[in-house]
């Protein structure tokens, strides 16, 4: 696929139709690059499903990813990366950089020094991508490709036919430049290069070892050394560098010289490895003792197209951007987290072990329950390694990355993605420690509760409200959020209590079940919101607010930290008592009780009015997580029609098929999960056992399940792509009987089935009924009423 203009407008207006899609062309759809530019920040280059070795060509703009789409240049090669995340560029450590020839043919006239100083700016067009595969032509006249197996990178470098001594530089760092040590050595005979180094993670607290061992192959080595700042020589072949001195970091690494490569390729082998330099050099070795890049390539292709079958899509006039845009999302919630199952030096164990939950504020809502449908061993290992990690350091991680523990963003989500697990049924997963780990959360206060855990639970149990500037000498924290963080907590309260009712552990569950109201006690009834200039924000009267420790109010406006404020609430700058969101938009998050939640704003006219006022003022943030479920909410209401037609109004226009066709990062396949549930008419209640029901973006989407290999399909009746879509349902039959409910279970996809909607142009009767609603406690119906489906 060429990229040599922004995709956007091609991605709106160049509507070519496809073809009924299934199995294995459904690789041919994904476009690593959609989202590599403005922010997505998504992983653009070659990996395998999950795996460790990521490797990309790194930039010296928003390389947060290592390669964006921005037209800066390319500071080296490198082959471990995360994906879609915020926070400092993750990893890229031990670039190689590759210089056809240095000045003067002599090693003093070879460019070290830093990374900027050497980039090198690519030819427009020359940027290939695929599944597994990534290529582009520097302007220095050498092409490189690259491709992967689990801890591996294979690269082959191309040079001109007047290439005579080329240059393959190795320097020890990241690309955030946080190496705190680092050894090398470089083995004149073969050219090996191996070492390791102490590194920080991205967006978390402590460090990491790192360990790589590379090889090349095609070129008669000339000469070997190691470099430090701008010389080199090759009299040394060893070399420890540390943090340096005051300010300055220094710049080092090992090199090789090649003679003419024989028939214009090198080849370069870069083994990874977290445990030693001599497993570095043994999972290369390994996994690639042929050095054919093809086999590489196709091997890891096949993975790909192995893990991407089993979703068929029958367009129906849609164009093939959108499938693009489909099969892409799908494809970047296999991405992160990454199996570093055998890899982890941290204990032994045989349970897997997967890092890169980064974070599961954001991928708790969708990525995890996407897996769970569409990869349920790859998402069963991972339940299994957040609680293998809770049996080892004692905490289930909220963030997580390379080895470190991540900064916490607001609840103990993972006691989401356990609750979700549980009642979906995953098989493998001990329940019991799963209940430990979860509890754990909910009782005990650790000390750094920034990094796991929860803070402020005296109060919690206490008060029933995380109060602002609470009283806490147990545990140490970022001592705000305590609006969003009280929704979460109460929220993970309920997941907890949703597992004791399982596991009949009856008194837990009055316990948590009850905690899970605890929302109610930050609602100020009284509450109005206005904009900075004094006009009201749509009239509505009612909002959580921020509580005191002696019960009396704080205030923070509701419009506060909202994307139409002057200030971004991040989680270090401009701390408030929202993450990343302001109460207007916060004010909706009660997944346990939308009915006592929609009561409590009024009722549901009052309730629809609200959302619509969410969606339209502005007030919304599209491109962050907590919007999510607001885009879906209607459905709550009786009024599963404008959910429909509210997710028409983001797909397109903020999720695309362009290099910029997301609205914010895409947190490790979060944004790519939500699009690919929203595209297949699906929306999950992560923790529950409900998929609320639109319409899907094509005629009709199916999901094989991978263990049963029974086929769930939701097939649109009368569908009409085009402007306009025709996207209400009037009705809807399952296997052929009468279906009112505008939600299905997990048993859908697991016992396969034909859900048909039937589509008309206004809103109908479908799911208005009180009895078609999802679930919700305090809605006075069965909350548990799978069980009896
Ligand atoms: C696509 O599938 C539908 C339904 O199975 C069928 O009617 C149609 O002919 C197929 N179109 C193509 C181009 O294969
Ligand atoms: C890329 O490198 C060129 C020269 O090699 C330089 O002029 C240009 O400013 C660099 N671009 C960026 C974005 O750094
Ligand atoms: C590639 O195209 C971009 C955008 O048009 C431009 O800024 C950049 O300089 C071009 N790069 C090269 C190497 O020509
Ligand atoms: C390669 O060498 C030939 C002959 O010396 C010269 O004409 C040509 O311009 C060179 N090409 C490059 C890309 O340097
Ligand atoms: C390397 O840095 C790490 C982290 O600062 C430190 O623990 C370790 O002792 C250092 N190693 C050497 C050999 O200096
Ligand atoms: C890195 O490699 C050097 C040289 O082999 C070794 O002395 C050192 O212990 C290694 N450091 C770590 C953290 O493994
Ligand atoms: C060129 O040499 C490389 C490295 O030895 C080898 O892998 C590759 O197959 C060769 N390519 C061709 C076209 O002969
Ligand atoms: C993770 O890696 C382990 C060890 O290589 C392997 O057994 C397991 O199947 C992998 N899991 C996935 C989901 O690829
Ligand atoms: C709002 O209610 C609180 C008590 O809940 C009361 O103290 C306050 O005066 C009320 N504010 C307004 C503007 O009525
Ligand atoms: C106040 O600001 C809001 C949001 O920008 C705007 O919609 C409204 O028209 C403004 N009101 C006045 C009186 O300027
Ligand atoms: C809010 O109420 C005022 C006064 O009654 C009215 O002028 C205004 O139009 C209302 N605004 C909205 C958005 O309903
Ligand atoms: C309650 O606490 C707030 C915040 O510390 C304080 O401003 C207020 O005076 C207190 N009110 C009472 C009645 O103690």
């Not at 690269?155 to 005579?164: I, L, M, R």
């Not at 050095?291 to 089993?310: I, M, P, S």
Request: aromatic share 14%; charged share 15%.
């Amino acid at each position: 696929m060429l990229h040599d203009q922004w995709l956007v407008l091609l991605a709106l207006l160049g509507c070519s139709l496809a073809q009924n899609n299934t199995g294995n062309h459904n690789f041919q759809y994904v476009d690593p690059l959609i989202g590599s530019y403005n922010g997505g920040n998504v992983f653009a280059g070659a990996s395998l499903p999950f795996g460790m070795a990521k490797a990309v060509a790194d930039v010296s703009g928003q390389n947060t990813a290592g390669w964006s789409y921005d037209y800066s240049n390319v500071t080296g090669f490198s082959a471990l990366h995360d994906s879609g995340t915020g926070g400092q560029p993750s990893m890229g450590n031990f670039p190689i950089s590759v210089q056809p020839e240095c000045a003067h043919d002599s090693v003093n006239g070879c460019t070290f020094g830093t990374k900027y100083g050497r980039a090198v700016n690519y030819r427009n067009g020359s940027i290939k991508a695929h599944p597994g595969y990534f290529s582009l032509g520097l302007v220095n006249g050498v092409d490189a490709e690259m491709t992967v197996t689990e801890h591996t990178a294979l690269y082959n470098f191309h040079f001109g036919p007047n290439v005579s001594s080329p240059l393959f530089l190795l320097d020890l760092t990241d690309l955030q430049d946080s190496r705190q040590n680092a050894t090398i050595e470089v083995n004149p005979d073969t050219g090996r290069i191996k070492g390791n180094g102490t590194f920080l993670p991205s967006f978390g607290v402590g460090s990491y070892q790192s360990y790589f061992c590379a090889d090349f192959k095609g070129a008669s080595i000339r000469d070997t050394g190691i470099w430090v700042n701008e010389r080199g020589g090759t009299d040394q072949k060893h070399l420890f560098v540390n943090r340096g001195y005051s300010l300055f970091y220094i710049q080092a690494g090992g090199f090789v010289r090649f003679r003419k490569p024989s028939n214009g390729t090198i080849q370069a082998r870069m083994g990874e490895s977290f445990l030693s330099t001599d497993q570095a050099c043994q999972n290369a070795e390994q996994e690639i003792p042929h050095w054919n890049f093809n086999k590489v390539k196709t091997d890891a292709e096949t993975a790909w197209k192995q893990r991407l079958d089993g979703i068929v899509v029958q367009p129906g006039g849609v164009c093939d951007a959108m499938q693009k845009t489909f099969f892409t999302g799908i494809y970047r919630t296999m991405l992160s987290p990454q199996n570093y199952s055998g890899e982890n030096p941290l204990w032994q164990s045989s349970e897997p072990y997967f890092d890169s939950f980064y974070c599961i504020w954001d991928s708790f809502r969708t990525t995890f329950p996407f897996l769970t449908i569409s990869q349920p061993d790859a998402l069963a290992q991972m339940v299994r390694s957040l609680i293998d990690t809770y049996t080892h350091l004692g905490w289930l991680p909220d963030c997580r990355m390379q080895f470190c523990k991540g900064y916490s963003q607001g609840g103990s989500n993972a006691d989401v993605v356990i609750g979700d697990a549980y009642v979906k049924n995953l098989s493998g997963i001990d329940w019991n420690q799963a209940y430990r780990a979860v509890v754990n959360d909910a009782e005990n206060e650790p000390f750094d509760w920034g990094v796991n855990g929860r803070g402020g639970l005296q109060s919690w149990k206490r008060l029933g409200y995380i109060p602002v500037n609470d009283y806490d000498y147990l545990g140490f924290g970022p001592a705000f959020h305590s609006v969003s963080r009280s929704l979460e907590y109460a929220y993970n309260d309920f997941c907890i209590a949703e597992m004791a009712r399982g596991l009949g552990h009856h008194t837990d569950y009055e316990r948590y079940l009850s905690r899970s109201a605890n929302w109610r006690n930050l609602y100020k009834p009284n509450q109005t919101s206005f904009y900075p200039n004094g006009t009201s924000t749509g009239n509505f009267t009612g909002f959580f607010q921020p509580r005191n420790l002696n019960g009396t109010w704080g205030f923070q406006s509701p419009f506060a930290c909202s994307p139409l404020d002057t200030i971004f609430c991040s989680y270090s700058s401009n701390p408030t008592e929202t993450f990343e969101s302001s109460i207007w938009e916060y004010q909706f998050y009660v997944p346990q009780d939308q009915a006592t939640l929609i009561r409590t704003l009024g009722g549901p006219a009052a309730f629809i009015s609200r959302l619509d006022y969410l969606h339209e003022s502005g007030l919304l943030d599209i491109g962050n997580e907590p919007s999510e479920l607001t885009c879906f909410q209607y459905h709550y209401a009786g009024r599963p029609g404008l959910s429909s037609a509210r997710l028409r109004t983001y797909i397109p226009s903020h999720f695309n098929s362009s290099v910029n066709g997301l609205p914010g990062n895409d947190d490790s396949g979060a944004s790519g999960s939500f699009l690919a549930f929203a595209m297949s008419g699906l929306f999950p209640v992560a923790g529950q056992n409900v998929y609320l029901i639109i319409p899907p973006y094509f005629e009709s989407v199916s999901y094989v399940h991978p263990i049963t290999g029974k086929t769930a399909t939701i097939r649109n009746v009368n569908f009409k792509a085009g402007d306009p879509d025709r996207i209400y349902v009037q009705s809807a039959r399952l296997d052929g009987k009468s279906y009112s409910r505008s939600w299905v279970t997990h048993e859908f996809f697991t016992g396969g089935g034909t859900l048909e909607l039937v589509l008309g142009d206004e809103e109908g009767d479908w799911g208005t009924g009180e009895g078609d609603l999802p679930p919700s406690l305090g809605a006075g119906r069965n909350y548990h009423p799978y069980s009896d489906s």
